[in-house]
């Protein structure tokens, strides 16, 4: 309490000085029509996303692969690239261009082209039962070792992010020097189901999630857990759960 006290007393005596400089700056700006205050800082707000954006607009591109995304029985070319002055809300798109459209569709909370990574290349497949192939792929990586997977649909004519209770759904994994946890997304009809279960040494358990795909929007049907399952007995029932990092509808049509 004494060198509170110590202080306040030595910031009392520092703000007495303090005020006169301050009146005589003061005066002097009164008698010097020339001397202002500076001007505030503008705020910057983050750009939305342009409503009319296209694939020409974007840039450093990477491209993800070809498949039959709008259901027409044709490939169609699935490219990942930066969107120049889209702020955080627009950062990077992903673009799908049939034989004839094309469709953009922003990637939530994504700040850098990442496309392919230590969690996997990405994927295509077809997963809430319409023709056409939902896409998976990397939308964050760190090198230290995790990163995160979304999905996209093909709805009404455009692509969109597929949502899950009003936000987008996202998975998060690591492929850490101890492998991360395993997860494996297997196939469901019209939908897929997300395991995990502890490796070999850790034994702690799994969680078996299925979900429903339609119209780009998740929801949960089932979801059961058991503490006692050990990996080998999980990975009796499902034989495609990996060792290590997560397989990603290694299974779906």
Known sequence: MMAMNRHSRMWVGTLAGGVVSLLAVGCAAEQDPGLQPAPEPEQTVAAPCPPDLSVAQL????????????????????????????????????????????????VSGASDVVGSS???RPAFAQVD?????????????????????????WVDGGLVQVQQGGRPWELFATVDDGGGLP?????LPDGFARVTAYPPGLDAG????????????????DREQDRTATYQQVRRDYPLLPRVGVAVLPDCG
């Open 118 to 120: 230590a969690l996997g």
């Open 183 to 187: 997860q494996l997304l297997t196939c």
């Open 59 to 106: 840039t450093g591109t990477v491209r993800l692969g070809e498949a039959d995304i709008d259901g027409d029985g044709n490939a169609d070319d699935v490219i990942m690239g930066s969107v120049p002055g889209g702020g955080r809300g627009c950062a990077v798109a992903m673009a799908v261009t049939t034989s004839d459209t094309e469709a953009v569709a922003p």
């Open 129 to 153: 039962g319409a023709a056409g192939d939902e896409i998976v792929v990397t939308t964050s990586w760190s090198p230290r070792g995790g990163g995160a997977l979304a999905m996209f649909s």
């Open 206 to 221: 799994s969680t078996v999630t299925s979900y429903a795909l339609a119209d780009g929007v998740l929801t949960v049907r």
